[in-house]
T-cell receptor
């Protein structure tokens, strides 16, 4: 069965902390997306990965294809990073369908 | 335009009524996707288009749901005879492509459908 699991489900951090959110999937993929959903509901696509590592500002995303695992790191976290972070994958053999993880709710406090 | 525009923001329908949602993708993007978010964190893929052609409809409940992307018109998602379980936020997203790394999705702000 094609599944995507994220951990942790909820995460509270203090401003400045380094944060890691994990995503594991069950079978081979052609692409993995990291999405951020703001408290108001809007969704921003942070990264699309098929291999290696990407960095944008304080955000870093890595993927290990052999281990079927991806991580999203936030360095020097800030209260404005508070949001739900969602991992979504396109399994190999599917045309465009994304399968979503259940999200990680991040709260960064002062 | 430079953003994915979804209308309306909110839609209320009585059970059994029709609902029609609209999405204008970013100009130049070839792919359009519809997703349904039920409760807060359960996303379900519905359908995707490559320009005006259906690309992938594996997530579409075909009995009551239909979608179109016609040239020079916003894309639309229509639900005939809505049911209570159709209550959800419907997100549209567009993308310039699928294959190349870095082709992210751009999401609209969603349509909140409430079926009473």
């Amino acid at each position: 069965k094609n599944e995507v699991e994220q951990s942790p489900q909820n995460l509270t951090a203090q401003e400045g902390e380094f944060i890691t959110i994990n995503c594991s999937y069950s079978v081979g993929i052609s692409a993995l997306h990291w999405l951020q959903q703001h408290p108001g509901g809007g969704i921003v696509s942070l990264f699309m990965l098929s291999s290696g590592k990407k960095k944008h500002g304080r955000l870093i995303a890595t993927i290990n294809i052999q281990e079927k695992h991806s991580s999203l790191h936030i360095t020097a976290s800030h209260p404005r990073d508070s949001a739900v972070y969602i991992c979504a994958v396109r399994f190999t053999g599917t045309a465009s369908k994304l399968t979503f993880g259940t999200g990680t709710r991040l709260q960064v406090t002062l | 335009g430079e953003e994915v525009a979804q209308t309306p923001k909110h839609l209320v329908r009585g059970e059994g009524q029709k609902a029609k949602l609209y999405c204008a993708p970013i100009k130049g993007h070839s792919y359009v996707f519809w997703y349904q978010q039920v409760l807060k964190n359960e996303f379900k893929f519905l359908i995707s288009f490559q320009n005006e052609n259906v690309f992938d409809e594996t997530g579409m409940p075909k009995e009551r749901f239909s979608a179109k992307c016609l040239p020079n018109s916003p894309c639309s998602l229509e639900i005939q005879a809505t049911k209570l379980e159709d209550s959800a936020v419907y997100f549209c997203a567009s993308s310039p492509g699928l294959r190349r790394s870095g082709e992210k999705l751009f999401f609209g702000s969603g349509t909140q459908l409430s079926v009473l």
